[in-house]
């Protein structure tokens, strides 16, 4: 009979690149906050993306990375980051997030629920629900805990950011 050895994995995992949706809600905050917690080890590469419809992309960018740079250095993981922002209707916001994920393959995609219930979210769309069923990676939403629900001046303090003079770690 023949006999198989298992030996452990020695070394550190292999870097995730890993896609989040963000769209600057508590929510959303959350999620991100849950990624860090959770999700992103050192070396891995989060890649953020933005879909807006009217804003100019120099604001929503400036604003995305002043929230990635908070919570980065609330969380203390060497995490290498982009932004990429994306015009679009926010009616088509999972149509272009799906795109994306096809065109850079990461490892998953996350973002966060809004928490609306099964019906709200059929009449008014969700995004989470339509990268559920289109997306081309696996995908996780990450829901807000009922405690961050209660504590949502917190993660808006997050969301105004706290500036210290770090380098750039944007790729």
């Given at each position: 009979?023949?006999?198989?050895?298992?030996?452990?994995?020695?070394?550190?995992?292999?870097?995730?690149?890993?896609?989040?949706?963000?769209?600057?809600?508590?929510?959303?905050?959350?999620?991100?906050?849950?990624?860090?917690?959770?999700?992103?080890?050192?070396?891995?590469?989060?890649?953020?993306?933005?879909?807006?419809?009217?804003?100019?992309?120099?604001?929503?960018?400036?604003?995305?990375?002043?929230?990635?740079?908070?919570?980065?250095?609330?969380?203390?993981?060497?995490?290498?980051?982009?932004?990429?922002?994306?015009?679009?209707?926010?009616?088509?916001?999972?149509?272009?997030?799906?795109?994306?994920?096809?065109?850079?393959?990461?490892?998953?995609?996350?973002?966060?629920?809004?928490?609306?219930?099964?019906?709200?979210?059929?009449?008014?769309?969700?995004?989470?629900?339509?990268?559920?069923?289109?997306?081309?990676?696996p995908v996780i939403v990450a829901r807000m805990r009922p405690e961050d629900?209660?504590?949502?001046?917190?993660?808006?303090?997050?969301?105004?950011?706290?500036?210290?003079?770090?380098?750039?770690?944007?790729?």
């Amino acid at each position: 009979m023949a006999q198989s050895i298992v030996s452990p994995v020695v070394g550190t995992p292999a870097s995730k690149n890993v896609l989040f949706a963000l769209d600057e809600s508590t929510h959303s905050i959350a999620a991100l906050n849950w990624a860090f917690d959770y999700l992103l080890n050192n070396g891995d590469k989060l890649t953020t993306v933005v879909v807006t419809d009217k804003e100019a992309s120099e604001a929503v960018l400036s604003r995305v990375k002043t929230l990635l740079r908070a919570v980065w250095q609330s969380n203390d993981k060497n995490v290498s980051m982009s932004v990429r922002v994306l015009h679009g209707s926010n009616s088509k916001a999972g149509e272009l997030i799906c795109k994306l994920a096809a065109e850079v393959n990461p490892s998953m995609l996350v973002l966060g629920s809004a928490g609306k219930s099964h019906v709200k979210g059929l009449l008014v769309g969700s995004v989470s629900n339509y990268c559920i069923s289109e997306a081309t990676v696996p995908v996780i939403v990450a829901r807000m805990r009922p405690e961050d629900e209660e504590d949502r001046g917190r993660l808006a303090a997050i969301s105004a950011g706290r500036r210290r003079s770090i380098s750039p770690f944007f790729a």
